[in-house]
Antibody, heavy 122, light 104 residues
Framework: QITLKESGPTLVKPSETLTLTCTFS??????????VGWIRQPPGEALEWLALIYWDNGKRYSPSLKSRLTITKDTSKNQVFLTMTNMDPVDTGTYYC??????????????WGQGTLVTVSS | IQMTQSPSTLSASVGDRVTITCRASHSFNSWLAWYQQKPGKAPKLLIY???TLERGVPSRFSGSGSGTEFTLTISSLQPDDFATYYCQQYNSYWTFGQGTKVEI
Protein backbone atom coordinates (compact mmCIF):
# COMPACT_ATOMS: atom_id res chain seq x y z
CA GLN A 1 0.00 0.00 0.00
CA ILE A 2 1.44 3.29 -1.14
CA THR A 3 1.20 6.23 1.23
CA LEU A 4 2.74 9.69 1.19
CA LYS A 5 2.69 12.42 3.79
CA GLU A 6 3.84 16.02 3.56
CA SER A 7 5.36 17.92 6.45
CA GLY A 8 6.84 21.34 7.01
CA PRO A 9 6.05 24.78 8.39
CA THR A 10 2.49 26.00 8.29
CA LEU A 11 3.51 29.66 8.33
CA VAL A 12 6.40 31.37 6.59
CA LYS A 13 7.22 35.04 6.23
CA PRO A 14 7.55 36.81 2.90
CA SER A 15 11.04 36.46 1.39
CA GLU A 16 11.79 33.37 3.50
CA THR A 17 12.66 29.94 2.11
CA LEU A 18 10.17 27.09 2.45
CA THR A 19 11.33 23.51 2.87
CA LEU A 20 8.81 20.70 2.67
CA THR A 21 9.35 17.00 3.27
CA CYS A 22 7.45 14.15 1.65
CA THR A 23 7.78 10.87 3.55
CA PHE A 24 6.50 7.85 1.68
CA SER A 25 6.06 4.12 2.04
CA UNK A 26 4.93 1.23 -0.12
CA UNK A 27 7.33 1.87 -2.98
CA UNK A 28 11.00 2.47 -3.55
CA UNK A 29 12.51 5.49 -5.24
CA UNK A 30 15.29 3.13 -6.29
CA UNK A 31 12.96 1.41 -8.73
CA UNK A 32 13.62 2.29 -12.35
CA UNK A 33 11.08 4.73 -13.75
CA UNK A 34 9.46 5.80 -10.50
CA UNK A 35 9.14 9.46 -9.55
CA VAL A 36 7.76 11.70 -6.83
CA GLY A 37 6.26 15.06 -7.66
CA TRP A 38 5.08 18.17 -5.87
CA ILE A 39 1.82 19.93 -6.75
CA ARG A 40 0.25 22.93 -5.03
CA GLN A 41 -3.21 24.47 -4.85
CA PRO A 42 -3.97 28.01 -3.69
CA PRO A 43 -7.21 28.28 -1.71
CA GLY A 44 -10.18 27.90 -4.05
CA GLU A 45 -7.96 27.64 -7.11
CA ALA A 46 -6.66 25.00 -9.49
CA LEU A 47 -3.81 22.53 -9.10
CA GLU A 48 -0.34 23.54 -10.25
CA TRP A 49 2.53 21.12 -10.81
CA LEU A 50 5.82 22.32 -9.33
CA ALA A 51 8.57 19.71 -9.60
CA LEU A 52 9.36 16.03 -9.96
CA ILE A 53 12.34 13.85 -9.11
CA TYR A 54 13.03 10.48 -10.72
CA TRP A 55 14.62 7.32 -9.35
CA ASP A 56 17.86 8.21 -11.16
CA ASN A 57 17.95 11.71 -9.63
CA GLY A 58 16.66 13.30 -12.82
CA LYS A 59 14.72 16.45 -12.00
CA ARG A 60 11.99 18.42 -13.74
CA TYR A 61 10.73 21.86 -12.74
CA SER A 62 7.82 24.05 -13.70
CA PRO A 63 9.29 26.57 -16.13
CA SER A 64 7.52 29.46 -14.40
CA LEU A 65 8.98 28.61 -10.97
CA LYS A 66 12.24 26.90 -11.89
CA SER A 67 14.48 29.64 -10.51
CA ARG A 68 12.93 29.29 -7.05
CA LEU A 69 12.64 25.51 -6.71
CA THR A 70 14.97 22.71 -5.69
CA ILE A 71 13.88 19.10 -5.37
CA THR A 72 16.04 16.46 -3.72
CA LYS A 73 15.65 13.00 -2.25
CA ASP A 74 16.99 10.75 0.48
CA THR A 75 16.25 7.28 -0.81
CA SER A 76 17.49 5.58 2.35
CA LYS A 77 14.87 7.45 4.38
CA ASN A 78 12.12 7.31 1.75
CA GLN A 79 11.91 11.08 1.66
CA VAL A 80 11.71 13.77 -0.99
CA PHE A 81 12.29 17.43 -0.24
CA LEU A 82 11.12 20.61 -1.94
CA THR A 83 12.72 23.97 -1.34
CA MET A 84 11.09 27.16 -2.57
CA THR A 85 12.91 30.43 -2.11
CA ASN A 86 11.66 33.99 -1.79
CA MET A 87 8.18 33.08 -0.61
CA ASP A 88 5.35 35.51 -1.30
CA PRO A 89 1.75 35.65 -0.09
CA VAL A 90 0.62 34.37 -3.52
CA ASP A 91 2.45 31.12 -2.68
CA THR A 92 -0.08 30.43 0.05
CA GLY A 93 -1.83 27.13 -0.52
CA THR A 94 -1.91 23.40 0.03
CA TYR A 95 1.19 21.57 -1.11
CA TYR A 96 0.88 17.92 -2.14
CA CYS A 97 3.42 15.27 -2.99
CA UNK A 98 2.43 12.41 -5.26
CA UNK A 99 3.76 9.11 -6.60
CA UNK A 100 4.41 8.81 -10.31
CA UNK A 101 4.61 5.17 -11.45
CA UNK A 102 6.97 3.82 -14.07
CA UNK A 103 6.36 5.27 -17.52
CA UNK A 104 5.41 1.94 -19.06
CA UNK A 105 2.34 1.89 -16.84
CA UNK A 106 1.09 4.78 -18.96
CA UNK A 107 -0.33 6.59 -16.00
CA UNK A 108 0.45 9.67 -13.95
CA UNK A 109 0.23 10.75 -10.30
CA UNK A 110 -1.78 7.88 -8.85
CA UNK A 111 -1.24 8.26 -5.12
CA TRP A 112 -1.23 11.57 -3.29
CA GLY A 113 -0.44 12.74 0.20
CA GLN A 114 -3.07 14.49 2.26
CA GLY A 115 -1.47 17.86 1.60
CA THR A 116 -0.03 20.48 3.92
CA LEU A 117 -1.32 24.04 4.08
CA VAL A 118 1.36 26.70 3.91
CA THR A 119 0.48 30.32 4.66
CA VAL A 120 2.81 33.13 3.68
CA SER A 121 2.28 36.15 5.88
CA SER A 122 4.27 38.58 7.97
CA ILE B 1 0.79 22.81 -23.05
CA GLN B 2 -2.16 24.81 -21.68
CA MET B 3 -5.33 22.96 -20.70
CA THR B 4 -8.75 24.64 -20.79
CA GLN B 5 -11.76 22.99 -19.21
CA SER B 6 -15.40 23.75 -19.82
CA PRO B 7 -17.69 24.47 -18.23
CA SER B 8 -16.22 25.95 -15.06
CA THR B 9 -19.35 25.07 -13.14
CA LEU B 10 -22.01 22.55 -13.97
CA SER B 11 -25.36 22.22 -12.22
CA ALA B 12 -26.87 18.76 -12.45
CA SER B 13 -29.17 16.33 -10.71
CA VAL B 14 -28.75 12.76 -9.56
CA GLY B 15 -29.16 10.46 -12.54
CA ASP B 16 -28.07 13.05 -15.11
CA ARG B 17 -25.50 12.31 -17.79
CA VAL B 18 -22.67 14.78 -17.41
CA THR B 19 -19.89 15.68 -19.84
CA ILE B 20 -16.83 17.81 -19.13
CA THR B 21 -14.51 18.93 -21.89
CA CYS B 22 -10.78 19.64 -21.78
CA ARG B 23 -9.01 21.34 -24.67
CA ALA B 24 -5.25 21.43 -25.12
CA SER B 25 -3.23 24.23 -26.69
CA HIS B 26 -1.14 21.65 -28.57
CA SER B 27 -2.03 18.22 -29.84
CA PHE B 28 -0.69 15.15 -28.07
CA ASN B 29 -1.22 11.41 -27.88
CA SER B 30 -3.64 10.40 -25.14
CA TRP B 31 -1.40 11.29 -22.18
CA LEU B 32 -4.35 12.78 -20.38
CA ALA B 33 -5.80 12.05 -16.95
CA TRP B 34 -8.90 13.05 -15.03
CA TYR B 35 -9.05 13.62 -11.28
CA GLN B 36 -11.88 14.10 -8.83
CA GLN B 37 -11.35 16.36 -5.83
CA LYS B 38 -13.64 16.89 -2.88
CA PRO B 39 -13.27 19.82 -0.45
CA GLY B 40 -10.31 19.43 1.87
CA LYS B 41 -9.14 16.25 0.17
CA ALA B 42 -6.36 15.31 -2.21
CA PRO B 43 -7.24 14.69 -5.86
CA LYS B 44 -8.19 11.14 -6.77
CA LEU B 45 -7.12 9.67 -10.10
CA LEU B 46 -10.12 8.49 -12.11
CA ILE B 47 -8.88 7.98 -15.66
CA TYR B 48 -5.48 7.90 -17.34
CA UNK B 49 -4.29 7.56 -20.90
CA UNK B 50 -7.47 9.42 -21.88
CA UNK B 51 -9.79 6.44 -21.47
CA THR B 52 -8.35 3.88 -19.04
CA LEU B 53 -10.29 3.59 -15.82
CA GLU B 54 -8.18 3.53 -12.68
CA ARG B 55 -8.70 0.40 -10.59
CA GLY B 56 -11.68 0.71 -8.27
CA VAL B 57 -13.30 3.63 -10.10
CA PRO B 58 -16.98 3.02 -10.95
CA SER B 59 -17.77 2.22 -14.55
CA ARG B 60 -20.16 5.18 -14.82
CA PHE B 61 -17.01 7.26 -15.38
CA SER B 62 -15.52 7.19 -18.86
CA GLY B 63 -13.03 9.20 -20.84
CA SER B 64 -12.45 9.76 -24.51
CA GLY B 65 -10.63 11.97 -26.96
CA SER B 66 -7.27 12.55 -28.55
CA GLY B 67 -5.29 15.36 -30.09
CA THR B 68 -6.56 18.54 -28.52
CA GLU B 69 -10.02 17.62 -27.24
CA PHE B 70 -10.84 15.24 -24.43
CA THR B 71 -14.00 14.50 -22.48
CA LEU B 72 -14.97 13.02 -19.17
CA THR B 73 -18.46 11.55 -19.00
CA ILE B 74 -20.41 10.44 -15.97
CA SER B 75 -23.23 8.30 -17.30
CA SER B 76 -25.57 8.61 -14.32
CA LEU B 77 -24.56 11.14 -11.69
CA GLN B 78 -24.57 9.81 -8.13
CA PRO B 79 -24.64 11.82 -4.88
CA ASP B 80 -20.97 10.95 -4.27
CA ASP B 81 -19.98 12.49 -7.61
CA PHE B 82 -20.61 16.11 -6.65
CA ALA B 83 -17.05 17.40 -6.63
CA THR B 84 -14.52 19.32 -8.71
CA TYR B 85 -12.92 17.56 -11.67
CA TYR B 86 -9.54 18.36 -13.20
CA CYS B 87 -7.93 17.23 -16.40
CA GLN B 88 -4.15 16.88 -16.54
CA GLN B 89 -1.84 16.41 -19.49
CA TYR B 90 1.39 14.49 -18.95
CA ASN B 91 2.72 14.50 -22.47
CA SER B 92 5.09 17.37 -21.74
CA TYR B 93 5.72 17.85 -18.06
CA TRP B 94 2.40 18.12 -16.21
CA THR B 95 -0.35 20.71 -16.59
CA PHE B 96 -3.79 20.83 -15.03
CA GLY B 97 -6.97 22.41 -16.28
CA GLN B 98 -8.66 25.04 -14.16
CA GLY B 99 -11.29 22.63 -12.87
CA THR B 100 -15.01 21.99 -13.30
CA LYS B 101 -17.23 22.09 -10.24
CA VAL B 102 -20.19 19.75 -10.46
CA GLU B 103 -22.88 20.99 -8.13
CA ILE B 104 -26.45 20.15 -7.35
Amino acid sequence: QITLKESGPTLVKPSETLTLTCTFSGFSLNKSGVGVGWIRQPPGEALEWLALIYWDNGKRYSPSLKSRLTITKDTSKNQVFLTMTNMDPVDTGTYYCAHRPIATAGTTFDHWGQGTLVTVSS
Amino acid sequence: IQMTQSPSTLSASVGDRVTITCRASHSFNSWLAWYQQKPGKAPKLLIYKASTLERGVPSRFSGSGSGTEFTLTISSLQPDDFATYYCQQYNSYWTFGQGTKVEI
